[in-house]
């Protein structure tokens, strides 16, 4: 059977303290699977500078430059964001590599599970195999739950994901190719995978405590992330909106009889306190609810405009 080239790409944002370890754990584990037969010999390692302030870059091009073809680095003109960094790699590595797989340079993710993923590709037939954490020990409980919720909630939602599942993955070329189809501009990768629609499995790990630096996924960016990932891929929250209206109208009825029966019974009682309250809540509501058009609305016009993803300014290889 003909060796399949195999491209893994990691997006690199400020992680000079990491990365020489990184570098040596991925370099000693493509060099075996090479040995190994489970990828060819131009197989390659490929890092993706989203605009790092520090060291970074030098870093890669080092690796570059003594790593006998097995390391490529991309630099991107600015901070794209990690998803736009991730498509980066997967529309440079497509041309030459027939399977990819992505990782984030902290190795959170388990590098041991990459040759299980080039066993289903190989030997199951699998395009896309994804990195599924067993547990979720390393993570706070803040984090913990708050994961749980982002899960049950994007499903809820109608937006299909793999649960416990970031962006540790393998991609054929095919599959890639596919997804490159995908032009939108907020990328929400964990949802767009699983609807190319082709053979997946699924590969389990424990997820590892980071080495060195710090993350890159803060409170805000989790935030945001999720309401792209929410509102790229469904629309129910405005239908939401609608329902949320007809329980007010409810409730104003209700409240309409209350105060005719009361004035009917000589109950009435004239004060604020009750209307102000009303006025405050149902104007919270509709606030809530016009930034929710809005949202939509910003990401209509964000895709509208068609602007490029990310532009690149240097390619090592």
């Not at 935030?223 to 609608?242: E, M, N, Q």
């Not at 329902?243 to 309409?256: K, R």
């Not at 006025?279 to 490029?308: D, M, N, Q």
């Amino acid at each position: 059977m003909e060796k399949s080239t195999l491209a893994i790409i990691v997006p690199c944002y400020n992680e000079e303290a990491v990365l020489p370890q990184t570098h040596q754990r991925l370099s000693a584990l493509l060099a075996q699977m090479i040995d190994d037969s489970l990828a060819a010999s131009d197989s390659y390692i490929l890092y993706v500078n989203d605009g790092s302030t520090d060291d970074t870059w030098q870093l890669i091009a080092d690796y570059c430059q003594g790593s006998n073809h097995r390391v490529q680095g991309i630099k991107l003109a600015g901070n794209v964001g990690h998803q736009c960094a991730l498509m980066a790699g997967l529309e440079t590595a497509r041309q030459h590599a027939d399977v990819t797989i992505t990782i984030d340079a902290d190795l959170q993710d388990d590098i041991n599970a990459i040759p299980q993923m080039m066993q289903l590709y190989l030997n199951e037939g699998d395009d896309i195999v994804y990195g599924v954490r067993r547990r979720r020990d390393t993570d706070t409980w803040f984090k913990r739950t708050t994961a749980k919720a982002f899960y049950r909630f994007m499903s809820a939602m109608g937006v299909a994901t793999v649960d416990n599942h970031a962006d540790f993955r393998l991609m054929s070329r095919r599959a890639v190719d596919a997804l490159c189809q995908y032009h939108e501009r907020n990328l929400f990768l964990r949802g767009i995978v699983p609807m190319l629609g082709y053979k997946a499995g699924t590969v389990y790990y424990d997820r590892q405590a980071r080495q060195a630096g710090e993350s890159k996924y803060p409170l805000g960016k989790m935030l945001t992330f999720a309401i792209d990932g929410i509102t790229s891929f469904s629309v129910k929250p405005l239908r939401l909106i609608f329902f949320l209206g007809l329980a007010f109208l409810f409730i104003a009825f209700a409240i309409l009889i209350y105060v005719i029966t009361a004035l009917c019974c000589g109950r009435g009682v004239q004060g604020w306190a009750s209307l102000m309250l009303s006025i405050w809540f149902v104007g919270g509501c509709l606030l809530i609810c016009l930034s929710i058009i809005a949202a939509y609305v910003g990401r209509i016009y964000t895709e509208g405009k068609h602007r490029p993803r990310y532009n690149i300014e240097q390619h090592l290889d």
